[in-house]
């Protein structure tokens, strides 16, 4: 069974450019998570899918971030224009049941270099 | 949410077995404790799970003792390869819980052989 991709692996963009990532889920996932890391910091959430509902978005930074979810599968996060606090790894885990302390399955992640 | 302690880093040898030990001094009833492992370049992996006594796996045991207030993942004879960052995590699984994980700053284990 193939686990969670992520795409691109690095994207390396300047500042104002737009962005967008992309996370394939494990399939039959109805919870689909996005977090990120940035320079020194710890691993923070940013929302939850459930299907194609945003369940939970509060940990999204500010509005130039854009998450999608159509159709319930593939998810993607959009950031425009980026800046360079926006640098980082960002991370895509799926997950059978609901509830965020059940297993995750985590992607290898995005690294985003804004310069 | 419960905010947990854990060592910044830990090194030890081949074939050793490594202990870790998270405190959570305000978990609350329905928290469990989740342990995770990241590799450089990779994302989080779930090891284990317990809500209180003894949980064992292929990978790691978790012991949680009465009060819970702390845990101890234990890792026997480890090897180069577990050399990652481990997160100690405590929540609730139901889905009345928080909507994503809390990780902290985890502790770097470094095996060398």
């Known amino acids: 069974e193939a686990g969670v991709t992520q795409f691109p692996s690095h994207s390396v963009i300047e500042k104002g450019q737009t962005v967008t990532l992309r996370c394939d889920p494990i399939s039959g996932h109805d919870n689909l998570y996005w977090y990120r890391r940035v320079m020194g910091k710890e691993i923070k959430f940013l929302l939850h899918f459930v299907k194609e509902s945003k369940q939970d978005e509060s940990g999204m930074p500010n509005n130039r971030f854009l998450a999608e979810r159509t159709g319930g599968t593939y998810s993607t996060l959009k950031v425009q224009p980026a800046e360079l606090e926006d640098s980082g790894v960002y991370f895509c885990a799926s997950s059978q049941l609901a509830g965020a302390y059940n297993e995750q399955f985590f992607g290898p992640g995005t690294r985003l270099t804004v310069l | 949410l419960a905010k947990t302690t854990q060592p910044i880093s830990m090194d030890s040898y081949e074939g050793q077995e490594v202990n870790i030990t998270c405190s959570h001094n305000n978990i609350a009833t329905n928290d469990y404790i989740t342990w995770y492992q990241q590799f450089p370049s990779q994302g989080p992996r779930f090891i284990i799970q317990?809500?209180?006594t003894k949980v064992t796996n292929e990978v790691a045991s978790l012991f949680i003792p009465a009060d819970r207030k702390s845990s101890t993942l234990s890792l026997p004879r480890v090897s180069l390869s577990d050399t990652a960052v481990y997160y100690c995590l405590v929540g609730d699984i139901s889905g009345g819980g928080a909507d994503g994980l809390t990780f902290g700053k985890g502790t770097h284990l470094i095996i060398q052989p």
């Open positions: 317990g809500y209180k």
